[in-house]
């Protein structure tokens, strides 16, 4: 009986698209402009971040000063 499970799997995702769309129903939406003006800041920001571009080999304290060798 194929129909039956064609329209128990329907059923199913139908009751999962309405699961779905009732927790997005809670969650708070950022508009368009705002986050285009958040990502803007946030690029302006990433220039100067040491995480995104690194830290230059003459002022990173954290640099291993001469590697040891012993022979």
Do not use: Y
Not at 12 to 32: P, T
């Amino acid at each position: 009986m194929p129909g039956k499970v064609t329209i128990g799997s329907n059923i199913g995702q139908a009751h999962w698209a309405v699961e779905q769309l009732q927790m997005e129903v809670g969650i708070d939406r950022v508009k368009v402009s705002k986050a285009a003006t958040d990502l803007l800041q946030f690029m302006e920001q990433a220039k100067s971040d040491p995480f995104l571009v690194g830290i230059p080999a003459a002022t990173n304290p954290f640099k291993e000063k001469k590697p040891c060798t012993i022979l």
